[in-house]
């Protein structure tokens, strides 16, 4: 319950989905939490409360990850409030419109790898010199990317999100050798379709269905993924039990 206590996550779109079971789950496991958002105000002030409801402290943050002025601030602002960060989720993500390379305007493939790359590498760029100076009185610090599983495959119609994520992951298993002799971990964690706004409006897209639980009896486990799936495998990756896990990725799929 309690093998966090002490440390503070940063989590980025934390106001719903992933990003909010993610900061839930962190917060049960003892840590304080500092939620990043990029428009809903209500639902990140939902996600603060609920936080705080676990005895944990919280406060909400605004920006978009891709502004990257934005991020500076937050991130003072973050280290200011809670006197550091140890660990560092990178999950705000976007996704791309599913068309093929030849379709795909230069706008829309900047805007994605701004989102999914850039962004994360700079929130780590920022965040690294708090985390490592915590790292040296308690001899651990986190960094946590949001990929995806379609960088196992790289299907056609998606080129800037499969670029997107393939960097990211290329970031933490560069961070991951970097930042190891400063007792910092860096681990990946890539889910297959999971039960967010995001997943029900890629399976309305690409497979046609109203409802993300149709797809249920064909996943593995007789279920499609949630957001707590993917919370338990970053709260693991976090934890005590993975002191000696380092650059290394769950596919978190079921197995599919």
């Known amino acids: 319950m309690n093998g966090l206590a002490g440390r503070v996550a940063l989590v980025t779109g934390a ?10 789950r962190l917060a049960a496991d003892g840590a304080d939490v500092a939620v990043n958002y990029r428009r809903d105000a209500d639902a990140a002030a939902e996600t603060v409360t609920a936080v705080e409801a676990a005895g944990r402290r919280a406060r909400a943050y605004a920006a978009s990850v891709d502004d ?11 280290i200011a409030d809670f006197s550091g960060v140890d660990i560092l989720v990178n999950n705000a993500g976007i996704a791309s419109r599913g068309r093929a390379v030849a379709d795909t305007d230069a706008a829309e493939l900047e805007r994605v790898i701004r989102t999914h790359a850039l962004a994360p590498h700079q929130l780590s760029r920022l965040v690294l010199p708090s985390m490592r100076a915590r790292a040296r009185d308690t001899g651990r610090g986190d960094i946590v990317m949001i990929s995806s599983v379609a960088t196992l495959r790289h299907a056609a119609n998606g080129a800037p999100y499969n670029m997107g994520k393939a960097a990211l992951e290329a970031l933490a298993l560069t961070l991951a050798k970097e930042e190891r002799r400063h007792g910092i971990r860096t681990n990946i964690v890539a889910p297959g379709l999971t039960v967010t706004d995001m997943g029900e409006r890629l399976a309305k897209a690409t497979m046609g269905v109203g409802d993300i639980a149709e797809l249920d009896a064909r996943s593995p486990f007789g279920r499609v993924s949630t957001p707590e799936d993917v919370a338990a495998a970053v709260a693991y990756l976090v934890s005590a039990d993975a002191a000696y896990v380092n650059g290394q990725k769950i596919n978190l799929d079921g197995g599919g």
């Open 15 to 24: 106001s719903r989905g992933i990003g909010r079971a993610i900061a839930l």
């Open 68 to 78: 990257a002025q934005a991020v500076a601030a937050m991130v003072d602002a973050v």
